[in-house]
């Protein structure tokens, strides 16, 4: 049995004739918190989309658990107009329920929306319109929603993003507590150093092509990052 | 048999509003045409501002008048012509996007001056037409025929039917795609199913308020409910409430002062707007 829940091999992705990944092969190891990493431009959310199997790609993606694996996903933001009147209670009914949400919600989604909400300590902000979060509540609302779908891999795109230190600081350790409680796959993106150094088991590091991977002491190094981010004063603000 | 039911929903019509505006037929048919046409406004209205695709709204409802037009050249029933030409530039829309890298707002502009400038060159060449153009640029929701009801109530059917599917989905993919990574393929067909809808429901009400003002009757009730609703289920009902009880006030007020119907409609959404926007931002009000 594999320690692996992804292996890629030889993944390649080309939009519009330019390369935006050039095969890419390694392993996300199961149960663990693997952090892609790379500057921008690298081709981090590309890579994540290949995962998720939203855009065309040569090479392959596969899931040692087979590909009916369920997948959580947390996207880096919402497109919330300020005057937007979804509520976290109306995200959980409008994913989880077939009937329309303005028929009302099921007895079975407010249940769902309350264990889940209270997983990710957000259950007194269940009928507070999601407008009016602040950055790292939303986050932890949208997290709930992803492992509501009872997912095996958890997949967060730049969750702590324009979070601030304190907001990042409470959803590393959420990250770290549901990997550890739920045995759950994590796989996030970042381009804070520091966060990734501080709650990743694995490291991804890429620029259009895999310039490392490996545990944190070993792949956080100043070549790496050198080669990577193409400035190793980099490497003391990561640890 | 549709005659009959029309004059058992007349013979209702009179039992529950004894009063002499309500007499005319053409005052009840007006009536029913408003009750058809307030729900599917209510519901494709939400997923028009919500998908920030108001200013597509306002594409198809001028394309019409190419549609409306062609429809007069070829002698085709306009209203049939334009639903075809409106379902034509929706289906126009989501192609040129999806396969050139034209910004969505910049597409709709260009498609929005074909459709009037086309239908500006069909009506100059054939002046006579000018005059039949009116009740389709400002409405007359009084000249509502029995037939246009009936194709309104399909279209009620068939918007509700769609709305039970797929409400939920279109909302959290107003939020975000990746809400929906599992049903990922099937959200380029959810748009332009919706666009195909709005177009047919544009073509459809087009009576009511025009095609200069048709987009309004879509757009303000969903932001007015949106600005005053407490959660998102509630939307739907509060801007059923606001189309309906508008309209019913519009139809009566025009009624008696000899007023177009559509502009009333217009307006008294408007004021109903400000009322609404008055309410949450300096009472915190929400419904």
């Known amino acids: ?239 | 048999m549709l005659n009959e039911i029309f004059l058992v929903i007349y013979h209702f019509l009179d039992i529950v509003l004894p009063f002499a505006w309500a007499e005319p037929v053409f005052m009840k048919n007006a009536l029913i045409a408003l009750v058809l046409i307030a729900p599917a406004a209510a519901l494709v209205g939400i997923h028009l501002t919500a998908l920030h695709m108001a200013f597509f709204g306002d594409a198809i409802s001028h394309s019409a008048f190419t549609g409306i037009a062609l429809g007069f050249l070829f002698s085709v029933n306009p209203s049939l012509s334009m639903a075809i030409f409106a379902v034509a530039i929706s289906i126009l829309i989501y192609f040129v996007e999806k396969k050139s890298n034209i910004a969505m707002d910049n597409i709709i502009s260009v498609m929005m001056s074909l459709g009037v400038a086309a239908g500006l060159c069909i009506v100059s060449f054939r002046k006579s037409f000018m005059r039949d153009f009116q009740s389709y640029l400002f409405g007359d929701i009084l000249t509502v025929s029995q037939g246009e009801i009936i194709v309104m109530f399909l279209v009620l059917v068939f918007i509700v039917i769609w709305s039970y599917i797929n409400y939920n989905r279109l909302a959290l993919m107003s939020l975000s795609p990746l809400l929906i990574i599992d049903k990922a393929k099937s959200r380029g067909l959810s748009k332009l199913l919706f666009s195909l809808l709005c177009a047919v429901l544009v073509a459809v009400s087009i009576k009511v308020t025009g095609m200069l003002l048709i987009t309004s009757l879509l757009v303000i009730p969903a932001v007015t409910a949106r600005l005053i609703a407490k959660s998102e289920g509630r939307i739907f009902r509060i801007a059923y409430m606001i189309i309906a009880g508008t309209s019913l006030f519009a139809l009566i007020v025009s009624y008696y002062l000899d007023m177009a119907t559509g502009g009333v409609i217009i307006v008294f959404l408007s004021v109903l707007f400000f009322i609404a926007y008055l309410l949450r931002a300096v009472w915190k009000i929400s419904l």
């Open chain 1, 1 to 239: 049995m594999t320690n692996d829940a992804i292996q890629v091999k030889e993944l390649s992705v080309k939009i519009n004739e330019t390369v935006i990944l050039d095969n890419l092969s390694f392993t996300i190891p199961k149960a663990q918190v693997t952090s892609i990493i790379g500057p921008n431009g690298a081709g981090k959310t590309t890579l994540l989309s290949a995962i998720l199997g939203m855009i065309e790609y040569s090479g392959s993606v596969e899931f040692c658990d087979g590909n009916n694996v369920k997948i959580g996903y947390v996207p880096q933001r919402l497109s919330l107009a300020k005057d937007s009147a979804v509520t976290a209670a109306d995200l959980f009914t409008m994913t989880h329920q077939k009937k329309p949400v303005y028929l009302g919600t099921t007895r079975r989604c407010g249940v769902i929306a309350e264990e889940y909400l209270n997983l990710v300590q957000m259950a007194h902000y269940k009928n507070r319109k999601l407008s009016v979060l602040s950055g790292g509540e939303l986050q932890r609302v949208l997290i709930g929603l992803a492992l509501s779908r009872k997912p095996s891999i958890l997949i967060m795109d730049e969750a702590s993003a324009g979070i601030d230190f304190q907001g990042s600081s409470a959803l590393d350790d959420l990250t770290r507590k549901l990997n550890r409680e739920n045995s759950l796959t994590v796989i996030m993106v970042s381009h804070d150093l520091s966060v990734v150094n501080r709650s990743s088991d694995h490291i991804v590091c890429i620029n259009k092509t895999l310039v490392c991977q490996g545990p944190p002491e070993k792949t956080l190094t100043p070549k790496s990052i050198a080669n990577a981010f193409g400035n190793p004063a980099l490497h003391s603000h990561a640890h």
